[in-house]
Structure formats: C-alpha cells, structure tokens
T-cell receptor, first 112, second 113 residues
Framework: KQEVTQIPAALSVPEGENLVLNCSFT??????LQWFRQDPGKGLTSLLL?????REQTSGRLNASLDKSSGRSTLYIAASQPGDSATYLC???????????FGAGTQVVVTP | GAVVSQHPSWVICKSGTSVKIECRSL??????MFWYRQFPKQSLMLMAT?????????EQGVEKDKFLINHASLTLSTLTVTSAHPEDSSFYIC?????????FGPGTRLTVT
C-alpha cells in the first residue's frame, strides 16, 4: 500500500520567511499529485496539481516540485504571510479513477 | 471552475439515529464520486468510491452496512450514517475527479451526542 509522509508535522515561522514543506511516498507509480490547503474546520482548497509527467508547477508565491525517482514532492511558499497559516496536505491519485491517498499534513503558523 | 456542494454543512444527532449527507456536483456529471472522513487533527481517509448506478466500493475497515452510499444520478451521491454513535462524529467530505484534478465539497461536520 502506498505510504505518504509529510515532514515536518508542524512549522512556525515569522512573516516573510520562505516555507518548505515535504511530502514523500513509497510507490512511484502515481498518476498525479495535488497540494491542498485546509483552514481549521473547513474543506480543502486546491493549490497546485502536478501531472506524473511533470516536474513542477508554479502559481504566484507557490511552487511545487515532483521527483518520482526519489519519491518526493516539495511545496515552496515564498515570502510567507500570516494568511498562509493553515494545514497543507499532499495527496496522490493512485488509480485511473481518481482515488486519492492523503498525507497527514503539515500545520503551518506564520507569525506577524 | 468545478463546484461541489454538500448538505448539510453541519448536523448534530442523537446516538442511534441515522443521518443522510448529500453531495452534489453542480457543473459536471460524475460517474464516480468519493467519500472521505477526517477525524480531529488527522488527515483525510478514503471511505468509499461511489459509482453511479452500481454498488459502492468500500475501503478496508469501513462498514458498508453502517455507511450506506447511494449514487442514484450523475450529479448526486448520498452517504447515510446508520445507527450513529459518538465515535462516528467526524468531518465527511465528498469529491469527484475530473480532468486529472480532484474537486472537493465543503464538508459536513457530524456530531453524535
């Protein structure tokens, strides 16, 4: 079974610092990878989608990379802001029907 | 963008009663939808895959007789928690997969007293 690990589990940084969130998986036979943000008590907001044939995706201050050979994806958030405080989840599509497996998440706090 | 709605957004029920949660895809006919559960401070766990017009596929450890899934149309899937107990209190989220991307509903928070 695919194992998905997110490191660190929690992260607290002062405003303006760059954030680096890691996600690792044990099976390189993934379809797609998606990063999400979840605010407390809320649903999921999709941040970036990386197709299995791609190596990275960028959107504004966010950049996500995918290295299938090492079984790792990294989410970079540049110049963090207090509004970036949330839990960040990575998830793999594990079959052609779109079944997802989620990591445990990284809880981020950005202090003013 | 794709939109998924869930109803209700939160519900409180007494132990032993049943609760139905609706998941609607508002702009897409989804033959397959997914149901996830999230306990406090934990990640999302896939419960079942809902297939339009056929039986749902449940993940290991999920009781199919307790969590009844009905995908009667291409835009509606329902999850019924039967004989709910306090340990069923959780955040339930549905989703569908379209164009290589997953679209999630806003979630339903169930509290069983």
């Amino acid at each position: 079974k695919q194992e998905v690990t997110q490191i660190p589990a929690a992260l607290s940084v002062p405003e303006g610092e760059n954030l680096v969130l890691n996600c690792s998986f044990t099976d390189s036979a993934i379809y797609n990878l998606q990063w999400f943000r979840q605010d407390p008590g809320k649903g999921l907001t999709s941040l970036l989608l990386i197709q299995s044939s791609q190596r990275e995706q960028t959107s504004g201050r966010l950049n996500a990379s995918l290295d299938k050979s090492s079984g790792r994806s990294t989410l970079y958030i540049a110049a963090s802001q207090p509004g970036d405080s949330a839990t960040y989840l990575c998830a793999w599509v594990t079959d052609s029907w779109g079944k997802f497996q989620f990591g445990a998440g990284t809880q981020v706090v950005v202090t003013p | 963008g794709a939109v998924v709605s869930q109803h209700p957004s939160w519900v409180i029920c007494k132990s032993g009663t049943s609760v139905k949660i609706e998941c609607r895809s508002l702009d897409f006919q989804a033959t397959t939808m997914f149901w996830y559960r999230q306990f406090p401070k934990q990640s999302l766990m896939l419960m079942a895959t809902s297939n339009e017009g056929s039986k749902a596929t449940y993940e290991q450890g999920v009781e199919k007789d307790k969590f009844l899934i009905n995908h009667a149309s291409l835009t509606l899937s329902t999850l019924t928690v039967t004989s709910a107990h306090p340990e069923d209190s959780s955040f339930y989220i549905c989703s569908y997969y379209r164009g290589s991307e997953q679209y999630f509903g806003p979630g339903t928070r169930l509290t069983v007293t």
